[in-house]
């Protein structure tokens, strides 16, 4: 067991679960914007797989990052953007929509990846691009601090400055504002006159944006091509992050950074040769764990206040 | 006309957004394959062309209906249980499980083998009811994460607990001859799970509209507090609405693996229970619209695969199309103008003949 302690103290379990969580705060991030305006997005593993997608084709056929990373994102905004049309002008109730739209994205990149590459498995046959990683100059070289923040994908930094952005738009901008107001309230929202479809449909289209991020990152950073439902239920989990946090900034990360920790903690104790099937199932089981007994203690909670109240 | 439009307009909704499908099929064809009457021909004819072919059509509907089935109940309950892919992985697996490890007289293996199968699902179906129904943790996300903890746990027990070494690839032993769901149509491989499927739309028809607890499943979909005042227990609606929905899912996995493969050999989830959420939307919840949106669906899916084998068009075109189709579908302002305008035509002749009455 020795051994197993050491290496999850190491500074690299730290660095692993970093890269890990990249994948899983991008997308709850894109959840919680549109739970905050109260239309949530669980298409989120569909926008992820198409902006994945889309990068690596973007990246082989132009050679540019800069374009792979501008498609990849137009793509996720536009899945954002069917959703929103679907389900604000179309009245598609959003739970289905997004299911179809997940089924969409499971289907078109497989079908697109095949008539490009003649392979359904992998983009392996074509070069594509990655994003670099950087060693951080002074902070690389403080001992513990270094190895685990240093040596990181630019989108893994880039996740700090994503969910300061997110919490700068919710608290800080008239549009956050209006986010707020249409989740909390829709009538009251649209009787000072804020268009809640509008508004909701902004959200959605931050959704994909940041959504796209964890997709570009999957497919162009954490590994180097696109491999056909890469997200393995990223998305999902997104939504238990997100939910676990209250939708709120803060609590998105720490959601987060939970699943992101449970996932490295069953890589590193990978060699105390448990069947691998038991390790792979270990996110999803906690995710089903922790999200029992967070509604356990809310609901517990409100018991409580209905209490107080009727003393 | 207009009293026919207005009175079937769901029905004629979603046949359009079918026809639209289909259309866009035919022009993604048409733009992508080299040899296009060959193309059609193998997709839209394709199922019918052989003996084996028909069959594998109509042996591809049943554990799609009852996924399909496994998916309205809850569903018609206003559960967004979309469990029934890891409901059927795991009651598959169990059940294959049991099955080879017992030994029993034919028609007795084949009830428990299933009734084993069936529970194991209905487990499945348990942990979000209860979690909902209790402490109101969202069902959707719960039942998604149990799906790939289903996939997970099924492949654990198949590969290491009943594993055919020698059959040099990974799946479980052969189940016993007394578990195996006869083929009865020579030349094809529609087997008996074809039958308990069927069987099984016709009973959750009847259970949900001429049963009492199908009307409170009804009910609670329809209002909740509704229900509640009328003095159902939503509390049981609940729960057992996703139960039952993961006991017919365990028995559709069940079926597919004592019927065709006789063995268990799913390295990847088959997706089966994706499709169950398919042809619920599109059969609107109503277990005999299932019936003919699993044939619809099951007859692309094979037209689909000829396709992928004879052309240079994969498979997952279908996904494609049927995605847009349930698309069109949940959108409840497609064709409403249309609707709209056809229903004020309607008005307005009435008007005009009690004017002329008068």
Redesign the interface.
């Known amino acids: 067991m020795n051994p197993i302690i050491k290496s999850i103290l190491a500074p690299k379990f730290i660095f692993a679960t970093l890269r890990v969580m990249t994948p899983i705060l991008y997308p709850a991030i894109g959840v919680a914007v549109s739970a905050l305006a109260g239309s949530v997005n ?1 298409a989120l593993e569909g926008i992820m797989l198409v902006s994945a997608f889309t990068g690596v084709i973007i990246s082989a056929y132009t050679g540019s990052l800069w374009f792979a990373l501008i498609a990849g994102v137009l793509a996720g905004v536009g899945m954002g953007a069917v959703l929103g049309y ?1 389900h604000l ?5 959003i ?3 997004a ?3 997940n ?2 994205a ?3 990149t ?2 697109l990846l ?2 490009l590459t003649h392979d ?1 498995g992998t983009s392996s046959s074509i070069k594509s691009l990655v994003f670099p990683s950087y060693q951080i100059p002074l902070l690389k070289d403080i001992p513990v601090l270094g190895p685990m923040l240093s040596g990181h994908n630019i989108l893994t930094y880039l996740l700090f400055v994503a969910i300061i952005a997110f919490y700068y738009i919710i608290y800080k901008t008239p549009l956050g504002l209006r986010i707020r107001a249409v989740g909390q309230n829709p009538e009251a929202a649209a009787s000072v006159g804020i268009d809640v479809k509008k508004i909701r449909m902004y959200s959605l289209l931050l959704s994909g944006f940041f959504g796209s991020f964890g997709g570009l990152y999957l497919s162009m950073g954490y590994v180097s091509w696109f491999s056909r439902d890469m997200t393995a ?1 990223r998305g ?2 997104a ?2 992050a997100a ?1 676990l946090g209250g939708n709120l900034p803060l609590g998105t990360f720490l959601g987060a950074a939970l699943f992101g920790l449970v996932n490295a903690f069953s890589n590193f104790i990978a060699p105390l040769k448990i ?1 691998s ?2 390790m ?2 270990i996110p ?2 906690t ?2 764990i922790v ?2 007994i ?3 203690n ?2 517990n909670k409100e018991k409580a206040a209905l209490k107080e109240g009727a003393k | 006309m207009e009293k026919f439009i207005i009175k079937y307009f769901n029905l004629i909704r979603i046949i359009i957004a079918i026809l639209i499908g289909v259309v866009i099929s035919v022009v993604v064809i048409y733009i992508i394959t080299k040899n296009p009457s060959l193309s059609f021909r193998s997709f839209f004819l394709g199922p019918f062309l052989s003996k084996g072919r028909f069959g594998d059509w109509i042996e591809l509907s049943s554990p799609i209906i009852l996924c399909g089935l496994a998916i309205a109940i809850p569903f018609q309950a206003e559960q967004f249980n979309i469990g029934a892919e890891g409901a059927l992985f795991i009651g598959a697996a169990v059940g294959t499980a049991f099955a080879v490890s017992t030994h029993m007289p034919a028609v007795l293996h084949i009830t428990t083998v299933l009734l084993v199968a069936g529970l194991t699902g209905a487990i499945w179906g348990f942990i979000p009811g209860i979690l909902k129904a209790k402490w109101k943790t969202d069902e959707l996300v719960i039942s998604l994460m149990m799906n790939y903890v289903a996939y997970f746990l099924g492949l654990y027990l198949i590969n290491y607990h009943f594993r055919d070494k020698a059959a040099g690839f990974l799946v479980s032993y052969k189940l016993p001859q007394t578990a195996w769901l006869a083929q009865f149509i020579p030349g094809t491989r529609i087997h008996l799970g074809v039958i308990i499927a069927f069987v099984f739309a016709i009973l959750t028809y009847y259970f949900l509209y001429h049963t009492t607890t199908g009307y409170e499943i009804r009910t609670t979909g329809t209002n909740k507090n509704f229900a509640r005042f009328g003095g159902i227990n939503v509390f049981m609606v609940i729960v057992l609405s996703q139960v039952i929905g993961g006991f017919l899912a365990g028995i559709g996995g069940m079926t597919e693996v004592m019927g065709l493969s006789r063995r268990f050999n799913w390295q990847m989830s088959p997706g089966y229970g994706w499709d169950g959420v398919v042809v619920a939307i599109i059969g609107q919840n109503n277990p005999l619209f299932i019936i003919l949106a699993a044939l619809f669906l099951s007859y692309l899916r094979i037209g689909g695969q000829i396709l992928n084998l004879l052309s240079d068009i994969p498979s997952e075109m279908v996904i494609v199309i049927q995605s847009l189709i349930i698309l069109l579908i949940t959108a409840e302002a497609f064709l409403q103008r249309f609707k709209n305008r056809i229903t004020i035509r309607e008005a307005k002749m009435k008007e005009v003949q009690n004017e002329s009455d008068n």
Do not use: C, R
């Open positions: 669980i679907f002008n179309l009245k598609a109730d739970i289905i929509a299911i179809a739209l089924m969409f499971s289907g078109i497989i079908f095949y008539i359904k239920g999902f989990i939504i238990a939910s069947p099937e038991f792979q199932s999803y089981l995710t089903v999200l029992a967070y509604s356990i809310k609901s």
